[in-house]
């Protein structure tokens, strides 16, 4: 019985490092790619960084394209989507809601006002039919009234995309 317990913990420490490593390697790369779309905004202009991003396939998106950094401004303005390009159509998305009436957007602003932050709310998979909880970094581009967000889906406990 003893061996049997050694051999489930040594299983579960494994397993725990496991996902653990994946959610950090996620956020870090959510964090990255937030922070060289922001250095692209500086070095290269909002326009140009407008067009690049909005592409469905772009240097900002990896994944197989289910991971991807958006571009908005303070007023809650989508800027560029490679997703979801018709979210740049709107003037404002403050009020946009998701399936379970989280205004999410206002979480955006609220982290983007302190320089960056982590939100949560669910949002659809890239080319499934799904929803699931989304987790999204912030980044504020400093000096500037724009910001990046980049996140990372949980699939299943411990599965994360």
Not at 57 to 83: E, I, Q
Not at 89 to 94: E, G, H, K, V, Y
Not at 102 to 118: E, T
Not at 129 to 150: A, C, L, M, N, W
């Amino acid at each position: 019985m003893h061996r049997i317990g050694i051999v489930v913990a040594g299983v579960m420490l494994l397993f725990f490092v496991a996902v653990s490593n994946g959610v950090a390697g996620t956020r870090d790369n959510c964090i990255a790619k937030c922070k060289e779309a922001a250095n692209f905004v500086k070095t290269n202009g909002i326009k140009a960084a407008v067009k690049e991003i909005s592409i469905r396939h772009n240097r900002f998106t990896w994944n197989d394209g289910v991971s991807y950094v958006f571009l908005m401004d303070m007023d809650c303005k989508m800027l560029a989507h490679p997703v979801k390009p018709e979210m740049a159509q709107a003037d404002n998305l403050i009020e946009t809601k998701d399936v379970n009436g989280k205004a999410f957007f206002v979480d955006f602003i609220k982290a983007a006002q302190k320089g960056k932050g982590w939100t949560r709310y669910d949002w659809p998979v890239p080319g499934q039919e799904v929803i699931k909880p989304k987790h999204t970094f912030i980044y504020r581009i400093p000096d500037t009234q724009y910001f990046v967000g980049s996140g990372f889906y949980v699939m299943s406990p411990g599965v994360f995309y």
